[in-house]
């Protein structure tokens, strides 16, 4: 009797905590997503999204970068000890070699504030700067330490007739800094379209779930009334034997849907930063914006925001430049000039008292006499490339124009194609309906039942491909003119993107 008490209070032990774990498990939410919800998502935390976001990071400060090369730059320089003690050969007057042990210290620092030209490419700069000078075995009576410097100085360091590295820099790096802003921006909408594709994975491996799961449950019942048909002698052996097949095969449909599934929730799980094992529900976006495009509206919005159009005034003042830097190379010639003073002294002092001037002009050249053709080789070659590079320009602007035109049609074809397969599936629903009606009532023979359960479902899953093919048509239509069509507004806007 006590035994049998045990066996009934573990039971009842087992069964309590099997309740409390299903509860448990009922309790939590399945997370709920619409197409829209998941895009923003995975703008805000997919890894995806975060590269992007660091690659802008990256061109703004290489930007920063390059507009420091135009503000004023100050400098320190100098050697703070260079001390050495050695024995040095020192020739005589005689021509005899005495060797003097020196024992010495020199001291230099400067500071210069430089500034670049950027319409000639030269630099000029102020510079002040102090040397000292420690002689240790100075001979006793002699001064041990002296003085020497610059109290300012103005220099000029212009090459003439050459490249000018900063006046084409002006030219080019706003719009490769342009083309980032713009690319960030593209990159969103590309990001939008694969979210998209991801999501209709997995709606469309949850749609063939469900209707696994019906059609499982459908056929079970089926085959249950058959049977009892075959009982009464209405259902022949073979009909129950086919029915019987269909169970067979609706259950491997049913687990062919749920790895599907579960592969469809890995992948999004993985690329939106969610936990591998999460479940999601995600919601049909059934509900489609009316949205007449016009063709000539997307082209131009297209070559109004697309860093496309910025990268195709780029390479071809990127060709300009180089043709200037080959006939740069044709001869260099270097001016430099400065002016100021300078003095030196036993005392710190004394150096910047009554300092005499300094000044130097020099003008340096390095022309080829005799170069077999290499010159003008150079020149032939960067005006072919920008020639070449013009052409390819205007090519690549035809294609690309021919692309939104295309999209927009493509577009518009689904759009139409949309609404055509959402009325066929509904209309096949009805119908299968009725024909599961009229099988309960043994007026629809299984035959029938299966043709309009199979075109039911055919055309389910046709309606959520011509959606998918929608949402991803609607992005990329965004993505190609950074637009956004349902709410008329701009998706970059210049401003406020800086």
């Known amino acids: 009797m006590n035994i049998s008490k045990l066996l009934f209070l573990k039971s009842f032990l087992i069964f309590s905590m099997a309740m409390v774990i299903s509860l448990e ?28 976001k660091t690659r802008r990071e990256n061109r703004y400060w290489q930007y920063r970068l390059f507009r420091s090369n135009y503000n004023p730059q100050l400098r320190l320089t100098g050697t703070i000890p260079q001390f050495y003690q050695e024995f040095n050969n020192i020739t005589q007057p005689d021509g005899s070699i005495e060797f003097i042990e020196v024992k010495q210290n020199l001291m230099d620092v400067g500071l ?19 040397n000292r000078f420690d002689n240790f075995l100075a001979n006793p009576g ?18 003439l007739f050459a490249y000018n590295p900063y006046k084409w820099d002006k030219k080019i790096e706003p719009l490769l800094y342009e083309e980032s802003k713009r690319e960030y921006v593209q990159e969103m909408e590309e990001l939008s379209i694969y979210v998209t594709q991801m999501y209709f994975d997995y709606l469309i491996a949850q749609v063939n779930y469900d209707i696994a799961s019906v059609n499982l449950k459908n056929t079970k019942d ?97 060709a300009e430049a180089n043709v200037a830097q080959a006939r740069g190379q044709r ?15 036993f005392n710190f002092t004394d150096i910047y008292n009554n300092p005499n001037t300094q000044a130097l002009v020099s003008l340096g050249l390095s022309v080829p006499i005799l170069d077999w053709g290499r010159n003008k080789a150079r020149m032939s070659q960067a005006m072919a490339n920008q020639e070449l590079i013009n052409y390819t320009v205007e090519q690549e602007r035809i294609t690309f124009e021919q692309e939104i035109f295309t999209k927009v049609k493509n577009f518009l074809m689904i759009k139409d194609r949309l609404n055509v397969t959402q009325v066929s599936a509904d209309v096949a629903q009805r119908r299968y309906d009725i024909a599961l009606q009229r099988y309960q009532t043994g007026n629809v023979t299984i035959t029938n039942l299966n043709i309009a359960q199979n075109e039911k479902d055919a055309n389910k899953r046709a309606f959520y491909s011509s959606l998918r093919d929608y949402w991803v048509a609607y992005y990329e239509l965004r993505s190609l003119t950074l637009y956004d ?8 806007i210049p401003e406020e993107a800086d």
């Open 25 to 52: 498990m009922n309790a939590q939410e399945i997370p709920t997503y619409s197409l829209q919800e998941m895009v923003q998502r995975a703008k805000d935390r997919s890894p995806a999204a975060l590269r992007a």
């Open 112 to 130: 210069g504030l430089e500034q670049v030209i950027a319409p000639t490419g030269g630099v000029v700069s102020v510079n002040t700067s102090t």
């Open 142 to 159: 002699d001064p041990q330490t002296r003085y020497s410097g610059v109290p300012v100085n103005v220099a000029l360091q212009q090459p």
């Open 222 to 318: 089926i085959f249950e009334v058959e049977k009892k048909r075959n009982e009464i002698g209405v259902t022949p052996e073979d009909d129950l034997l086919q029915v019987e097949l269909q169970v067979l095969t609706a259950q491997q449909e049913m687990a062919e849907a749920q790895l599907a599934l579960e592969n469809a929730a890995f992948t999004m799980n993985s690329f939106i930063g969610l936990n591998q094992s999460s479940r999601l529900n995600l919601l049909s976006p059934t509900d489609i914006p009316d949205l007449e495009v016009d063709v000539e509206q997307a082209i131009q919005l297209a070559f109004q925001n697309r860093s496309e159009v910025v990268t195709f005034d780029r390479q071809k003042i990127e």
């Open 331 to 345: 001869f260099q010639a270097q001016l430099n000039a400065s002016y100021g003073y300078n003095n030196a002294a």
């Open 485 to 492: 069509f349902e709410n008329e507004q701009l998706l970059y």
